[in-house]
C-alpha cells in the first residue's frame, strides 16, 4: 500500500506526520527509566530537529518482548535480559542483542513521612515483603500494620527486588502490585501505614529509609557517594537493548546518551552517571 504525502512549508510530510527524510526511533520499557528517557529525547530533539524519538514504558518485560516483536529499535530495562529472552532474539534475528549500560539506580525503599522508622536492614525489609513482619511495632515503628506496595510482575524492579532482596521468595499474598513507580510513590505518600520500593529518581513526597546490610551493620541511603562506594547496598544497572549494534541516527542517539551530555541528565533526573 502506498503512502500518501502532502508538500507543506516544512517540507513532504508523510500521511504518518513524519516529515520525509526525518528519522524515527522508538523507545520502550522500564516505567522506572520513563522520566529519564523522556528527557533525553526531548533535549536530543531539541538540538537535532530532523529526529523524532518516541518514549513509552510499560515494564521491562513488555520492552524486551516489544524488541523481540521487532515493534521498539530499543529496549530499556531495569534488569539484564534474560538467557531465554536473547534464545529468542537470536532465533529470530540472528543476534543475542547489544546490552548497553547508561545508569546506575539506587533502589530505594519508601515510607510514609509520619513513620518514624527511619532504617531498616535487609533482612528486615524482606521478612516485610514475605509477610513474616505484619506490623510496625515490630521493627520499631508504631502498634499499625504493614500495607505493602509494590510493582507488577512483568516490571524490572518486580524481578530485581524479588531476586536480590526476597532471595526469589514470592512477595505476600497481601502485597497490592501497582503499574508505575510513580503509583508506588503515590501510594505510599498517602498511607501512613504503607512501604513500596522503586527507583530513586522517583523518591518524591515520601521518605526513602537508610538500608543496613546486616542487623549491626550502619545504615545509608541511596546516595551517589554511598551507591558508587558500594556502602548502599541495594544498587543496579539501568540498560538499553538493541536487537543488533546501532547504527545511524540511533547509534548517535545512543552514543550521546553516553556521552557528556547525556550523562548529566542522568544526574539531574536523580540517578548515577555511569562514569
Given at each position: 500500500m502506498t503512502?500518501?504525502?502532502?508538500?507543506t512549508?516544512m517540507?513532504?510530510?508523510?500521511a504518518?506526520g513524519?516529515?520525509?527524510?526525518?528519522?524515527?526511533?522508538?523507545?520502550k520499557?522500564?516505567?522506572?527509566?520513563v522520566?529519564?528517557?523522556?528527557?533525553?529525547?526531548e533535549?536530543?530533539?531539541?538540538a537535532?530537529t530532523d529526529?523524532?524519538?518516541q518514549?513509552?514504558?510499560g515494564g521491562?518485560g513488555t520492552?524486551?518482548?516489544?524488541?523481540?516483536?521487532?515493534t521498539?529499535?530499543?529496549?530499556?530495562a531495569?534488569?539484564p535480559m534474560?538467557e531465554?529472552?536473547?534464545?529468542k532474539?537470536q532465533?529470530?534475528?540472528?543476534?543475542?542483542?547489544?546490552?548497553?549500560k547508561?545508569?546506575?539506580d539506587?533502589?530505594s525503599?519508601?515510607?510514609n513521612e509520619?513513620?518514624?522508622?527511619k532504617?531498616?536492614?535487609l533482612?528486615?525489609i524482606k521478612n516485610?515483603?514475605?509477610g513474616k513482619?505484619?506490623?510496625?511495632?515490630?521493627?520499631?515503628g508504631?502498634?499499625?500494620?504493614?500495607?505493602?506496595y509494590?510493582?507488577?510482575?512483568?516490571s524490572?524492579?518486580?524481578?530485581?527486588?524479588?531476586d536480590?532482596i526476597l532471595?526469589?521468595?514470592d512477595?505476600?499474598?497481601?502485597?497490592?502490585?501497582?503499574p508505575?513507580?510513580?503509583a508506588v510513590?503515590?501510594?505510599?505518600?498517602?498511607?501512613?501505614?504503607?512501604?513500596?520500593?522503586?527507583g530513586?529518581?522517583?523518591?518524591?513526597g515520601?521518605?526513602?529509609?537508610?538500608?543496613r546490610?546486616?542487623?549491626?551493620?550502619?545504615?545509608?541511603?541511596p546516595t551517589?557517594?554511598?551507591?558508587?562506594?558500594?556502602k548502599?547496598?541495594i544498587?543496579?544497572?539501568l540498560?538499553?537493548?538493541?536487537?543488533?549494534?546501532p547504527?545511524?541516527?540511533?547509534?548517535?542517539f545512543i552514543d550521546?546518551?553516553?556521552?557528556d551530555e547525556?550523562?548529566k541528565?542522568?544526574?539531574?533526573?536523580g540517578?548515577?552517571p555511569i562514569?
Open positions: 503512502k500518501k504525502i502532502s508538500a512549508a517540507g513532504i510530510v508523510l504518518s513524519l516529515v520525509l527524510g526525518q528519522q524515527s526511533i522508538t523507545v520499557g522500564s516505567d522506572t527509566m522520566i529519564l528517557a523522556q528527557r533525553w529525547a533535549r536530543y530533539m531539541t537535532h529526529v523524532t524519538i518514549v513509552t514504558g521491562s520492552g524486551i518482548s516489544a524488541l523481540i516483536n521487532g521498539t529499535d530499543i529496549c530499556n531495569s534488569r534474560k531465554s529472552e536473547r534464545g532474539l532465533e529470530k534475528y540472528g543476534s543475542r542483542g547489544v546490552e548497553i547508561c545508569a546506575i539506587g533502589l525503599v519508601y515510607v509520619k513513620n518514624p522508622v532504617e531498616l536492614s533482612e528486615q516485610i515483603y514475605l513482619t505484619k506490623n510496625w511495632k515490630e521493627v520499631g508504631p502498634d499499625r500494620p504493614v500495607v505493602l509494590g510493582r507488577e510482575n512483568n524490572g524492579t518486580y524481578v530485581y527486588f524479588k536480590e532471595e526469589g521468595a512477595f505476600a499474598a497481601t502485597a497490592q502490585h501497582l508505575g513507580t510513580a510513590v503515590n501510594a505510599v505518600a498517602k498511607d501512613p501505614a504503607g512501604i513500596g520500593y522503586g530513586a529518581a522517583y523518591g518524591k515520601i521518605r526513602e529509609v537508610k538500608v546490610t546486616k542487623a549491626d551493620s550502619p545504615a545509608y541511603g551517589m557517594e554511598n551507591i558508587r562506594s558500594g548502599y547496598p544498587s543496579r544497572f540498560y538499553m537493548y538493541t536487537r543488533t549494534r547504527t545511524g541516527a540511533m547509534k548517535e550521546w546518551m553516553l556521552g547525556g550523562q541528565i542522568v544526574s539531574e533526573v540517578y548515577f562514569r
